[in-house]
């Protein structure tokens, strides 16, 4: 009964939070400009007006062509330090997000240096179709039969939906390429579905160890011709670079199959197994050691712990994740499996970019990630009443002090002027 009242209090307090939030989010879009300059905000206001007066101004979704059009910001719970993101489409086939070391690749490599960074020594596994299977490798559901299969037997079949039996390795995690590399000998634009993997473990497998387990994943595919690659890294470096290389995109040109493009929307890509509760045990500068370019990629890691890479706070929370209950016609909360709790929201709801360049925020690295100055948060100063009877009384007061000093100042000037004929006179110089 204790936890379930503290679980209802959690959920009020931050209520309250995202509601606050949402007011400094709402003050925040009014690009007040520099502290304590009420008309900084005015050249910046037009264009404001227009684009969020427009029916649809901000996408729910960024699509392909459209990267960067919105953006989200977040904050450390001590206010102290703000963040952008640009929301990005992340489609393989975009000429943007499908560079090696775009700002998608980083993200993606970010999301999963956590859990790489716990890992002293790695095995990299690739599962590789031969051309009579690939046919049947289009739809999603191929692809998730495929993913559940060789995880059942390299980190063990799952009993009662909560633990795994067998299995060769403890956790790891998996991404999918689609095509084939661009080198000599092989055409890029060729259909070649192939899962790789990074495991947990200490180095070079037995040959006994090697035969069985492709043996084993031979028999589970029931393909007797399946292609599978096994190797190992022990350094930073050597970490680093399969990562970069797992996560890097293949599928570079929709033309090149165009049904496959539309049927790989909503589909995940990764997935991971095993828990990852461990320090890390490298950093990343032994990998830039190692000649590996990890410009921005500690800043993008600590975003997507939700911690603030400046100061080590976590982020504020700004609301829950809901989802609609078509029953009841209400939103609901989406809670966490593992604890119970709802899940939190750490980044707001999407605005237009060009508020974003309009607050001078400076990006990190090319990973279209931003630090956005505290001073756009800062709300304009309140504009004072005036009373304007008494302005006009004070004024009125102020304008016979003025007229009086005037008078003085011009008299003075006279007298200095005409010094001579003032002492002639005996001090009694006509002052007309």
């Known amino acids: 009964m204790g936890e379930h009242q503290s679980t209802e209090a959690i959920i009020l307090q931050n209520e309250c939070k995202s509601q606050a939030l949402a007011e400094l989010s709402a003050r925040a879009s009014s690009l007040s400009g520099s502290a304590g300059d009420a008309g900084a905000g005015a050249p910046y206001k037009d264009i404001e ?7 649809n101004a901000v996408p729910k979704k960024a699509r392909a062509g459209l990267c960067g059009g919105s953006f989200q910001w977040c904050s450390d719970v001590g206010e102290k330090h703000y963040f952008g993101k640009r929301l990005l489409c992340c489609l393989q086939w975009c000429e943007k997000c499908g560079k090696m070391d775009s700002a998608a690749h980083k993200r993606r490599i970010g999301r999963k240096l956590p859990k790489v960074r716990q890992l002293a020594a790695v095995g990299g596994l690739t599962i590789e179709f031969p051309y ?19 995880g059942n037997v390299l980190f063990g079949k799952r009993t009662n939906n909560v633990w795994r039996v067998g299995g060769y390795f403890e956790r790891g995690f998996q991404d999918w390429h689609w095509f084939n590399d661009e080198r000599p000998g092989y055409r890029p634009d060729v259909f070649n579905p192939h899962m790789n993997f990074i495991v947990d473990y200490p180095g070079a497998l037995e040959p006994e160890e090697l035969a069985s387990l492709k043996n084993d994943l031979r028999e589970a595919f029931d393909c007797a011709d399946l292609i599978v690659h096994y190797a190992y890294a022990t350094k ?31 589909f995940r890509q990764s997935r991971s197994w095993g828990k990852w509760h461990d320090a890390p045990v490298w950093n990343l500068k032994e990998a830039e050691t190692a000649g590996e370019d990890i410009s921005g990629l500690e800043f993008v890691s ?25 029953k009841t016609g209400e939103r609901e909360f989406v809670l966490n499996k593992a604890t119970g709790l709802p899940i939190a929201v750490y980044w707001s709801k999407p605005l237009p970019s060009i508020l974003l360049e309009a607050s001078g925020a400076l990006e990190v690295s090319g990973t279209e990630l931003y630090r956005i100055p505290l001073s756009w948060f800062e709300p304009e ?29 011009n008299w003075k000037k006279y007298v200095s002027a005409n010094l001579n004929s003032y002492v002639l006179s005996g001090g009694k110089l006509d002052e007309e």
């Open 381 to 409: 100063p309140k504009r004072e009443r005036v009373n304007m009877a008494e302005l006009r009384r004070s004024n009125k007061g102020r304008l016979k002090e003025l007229r009086k000093k005037a008078k003085r100042e």
């Open 302 to 326: 600590k975003l997507y712990e939700h911690v603030c890479p400046d100061c080590g706070e976590p982020l504020a929370v700004q609301g829950f994740r809901t989802k609609l209950n078509e």
């Open 236 to 266: 930073p470096g050597q970490i680093y670079h399969m990562l970069r290389y797992n996560t890097r995109a293949t599928f570079l040109k929709k033309e090149w199959d165009e049904p496959l493009a539309n049927e790989l929307y909503g």
């Open 49 to 55: 007006d227009k684009v969020l007066t427009k029916p």
């Open 132 to 150: 009579s299977r690939r046919p049947d490798l289009r739809t999603k559901k191929a692809w998730r039969d495929a993913v559940e299969v060789a």
